[in-house]
């Protein structure tokens, strides 16, 4: 081997890059995108909320007295909370039936829950007033089957933007419970079977607790998604039903007070956050959502 081909592969090793650079070239641009579209209106947001008023911070000393906003964020934490519990009620048993199911089945069935994702929110919301309303469907079985004799009152209360977020977030509990039951090792109800334990001892000691992390992580998504509603309370709530998200909008577009809807996102951002760190901690949802090695 002469002097030029030994020196060659020392030359192409010089010349190319390493491992480190050629993965900053592909993350380092849209790290840039992304902070230019996210974290630049987030700061400007946080700037006006605190600089906005009579003085720096005054904005939320007001909100403090703002029985508005105190109403909307409570209806916000009320509605977050239930939609959660309803959706791990009814989501829990549906996503049973599709671990267990044979593969067929339970891909038809998973179909069915994505369904509603290929559906506006917006025509969902609409559907659900017209079943719910005074001459609806559900109406009309509740007066023709004879249990009443006047139309409930389902739409435009609390009922109905409970039936409407339940609606919407019902997917979002089934698929991370349905995700855990796929990682389940299916012959460990077999072995307690056989140990003598009954279907509900194997169910609450066996299943139960293997499946609790794909209940938490979907509850914690759930309630963290349910804090940000806005188009189903504004179709289906009445005046008592306003969300922190319809004030903020009432803010912008009616009151065109800037400042003062950047300090209830504020507000909102940072209730969010921190209840989804408190989950994360409370229900040990960082080893579940961890990259595993």
Known sequence: MNLSERLAPQTNERVGLSETARYSLFIVPPLLFASLIFLYPMIETIGRSFLGGEYPGSLYLELSHD????????????YAVLTTILTAILGYPVAILIGFARPGVAGLLLLLVMVPFWTSILVR??????????????????????????PLSLIFNSIGVSVGMVHVMLPYMIL????????????????????????WQ??????????????????????VIALGFFITPALMGGPRDVVTAMVIHDRITRQLAWDQA??????????????????????GLQRHMSIAK
């Open 67 to 78: 029985n508005v906003f105190l109403l909307s964020l409570r209806n916000t934490f009320v």
């Open 125 to 150: 919301s609409y559907a659900w007033l017209v079943l719910l309303g005074r001459e609806g469907l559900v109406n009309s079985i509740w007066i023709g089957s004879g249990l009443g004799n006047r």
């Open 176 to 199: 991370p419970i349905v995700s855990t039951i796929s990682r389940i090792n299916k012959e460990v109800l077999s072995a307690a079977s056989s140990l003598g334990a009954s279907r």
């Open 202 to 223: 194997s169910f609450v000691r066996v299943l139960l607790p293997l499946t609790a992390p794909g209940v938490a992580g979907g509850a914690a998504l759930v309630f």
């Open 262 to 283: 950047s300090a209830i996102s504020v507000v909102l951002l940072l209730l969010t956050g921190g209840t989804f760190i408190i989950c994360a901690r409370i229900l």
